[in-house]
């Protein structure tokens, strides 16, 4: 069965950075996307942005674009997000997807990790 | 970016009822339109992609259709375990982007 399961519960200061990672199983791991989605409390979904796990191509979101970096290690089957220079508005909770399709991004985000919460407070 | 809204914001419905929410997309994204079900405190979970296929396990109550920029999700009976909310999502153009969710209650 895939799986996909994330780091736990952060707490930041404004100004600094956070990793998350996403630990996928059950399938083979280079053969598919993980995309990143975070939503703020009380807020939309917000896509922010994918890794090719096979190549390392990344594809980000405008909004998101020099502050948010994805990485993997494909032998530990382990995708990475890093955001930088955090502020309140950042405060949410960020989700790991792996795309349906093979080896493409544009497709439907299916199994999701569990979400992490990372509260950026002073 | 394309937007997506989603009508109506909050349903209150009986359990066997039939729950219709739409959803438009400011642009035609052809059939590229994916359904969630988020539970409070859990992730989102795919239940309808590319409009109208439902996702392998998903019961047959729920069904999308649509295509271009006009789309609907229709829960045919309604369950105590249907208490979630709903998102729309388009993944026709970077940045993909969902709707703002529809919160289905029991009356």
């Known amino acids: 069965q895939v799986h996909l399961v994330q780091s736990g519960a952060e707490v930041k200061k404004p100004g600094a950075s956070v990793k998350v990672s996403c630990s996928a199983s059950?399938?083979?791991?280079?053969?598919?996307?993980i995309q990143w989605v975070r939503q703020a409390p009380g807020q939309r979904l917000e896509w922010m942005g994918w890794i090719n796990v096979g190549n390392g191509n990344t594809k980000y979101s405008q909004k998101f674009q020099g502050r948010v970096t994805f990485t993997r290690d494909t032998s530990a089957s382990t995708a990475y997000m890093e955001v930088s220079s955090l502020r309140s508005e950042d405060t949410a909770v960020y989700y790991c997807?792996?795309?349906?399709?093979?080896?493409?991004?544009?497709?439907?985000?299916?199994?999701w990790g569990q979400g992490t919460l990372v509260t950026v407070s002073s | 970016d394309i937007q997506m809204t989603q009508s109506p914001s909050s349903l209150s419905a009986s359990v066997r009822d039939r729950v219709t929410i739409t959803c438009q997309a400011s642009q035609d994204i052809s059939n590229h339109l994916n359904w969630y079900q988020q539970k409070p405190g859990k992730a989102p979970k795919l239940l309808i992609y590319d409009a109208s296929n439902l996702e392998t396990g998903v019961p047959s109550r729920f069904s999308g259709s649509g295509s271009g920029t006009d789309f609907s999700f229709t829960i045919s009976s309604l369950q105590p375990e249907d208490i979630a909310t709903y998102y729309c999502q388009q993944y026709d153009n970077l940045p993909f982007t969902f709707g703002p969710g529809t919160k289905v209650d029991i009356k």
């Open positions: 059950g399938y083979i791991f280079t053969d598919y996307v």
């Open positions: 997807a792996r795309s349906q399709n093979v080896l493409t991004g544009y497709s439907p985000l299916d199994p």
